[in-house]
């Protein structure tokens, strides 16, 4: 059981950064690659980055390319999206996941074993 926590969230003006961190318990070892995802209201919930358990390989959506950095720390067990240059279509409820299969880092949600319960990133103009 894999348990995750998403923190970091909150309101910022266009052209701001955020942190959102995704901090990951009990059976951690299991976990070979961990994602984030975002929902707006009225659309599906969307891939924004992932990261392999290693940290070497990363991908982004092109929505967020340039701007957002996933990362991660494995001694905290934790993983992070710097969030650059916010604008107002970022807003959404941000997701972490996590996967047990080596080397996928899927786009799909349906492909993530393990869920946190969202926080909340508004942007305003």
């Known amino acids: 059981q894999v348990t995750l926590v998403e923190s970091g969230g909150g309101l910022v003006q266009a052209g701001g950064s955020l942190r959102l961190s995704c901090a990951a318990s009990?059976?951690?070892?299991?976990?070979?690659?961990e994602a984030w995802f975002r929902q707006a209201p009225g659309k599906e919930r969307e891939f924004v980055a992932a990261?392999?358990?290693?940290?070497?390989?990363?991908t982004y959506a092109d929505s967020v390319k340039g701007r957002f950095t996933i990362s991660g720390e494995n001694a905290k067990n934790t993983v992070y999206l710097q969030m650059n240059s916010l604008k107002p279509e970022d807003t959404a409820v941000y997701y972490c996941?996590?996967?047990?299969?080596?080397?996928?880092?899927?786009?799909?949600?349906?492909?993530?074993?393990?869920w946190g319960q969202g926080t909340q990133v508004t942007v305003s103009s």
């Open positions: 009990g059976r951690t070892f299991v976990i070979f690659s």
């Open positions: 990261i392999s358990r290693d940290g070497a390989s990363t």
């Open positions: 996941a996590a996967d047990t299969r080596l080397g996928i880092m899927s786009v799909r949600p349906v492909a993530y074993h393990y």
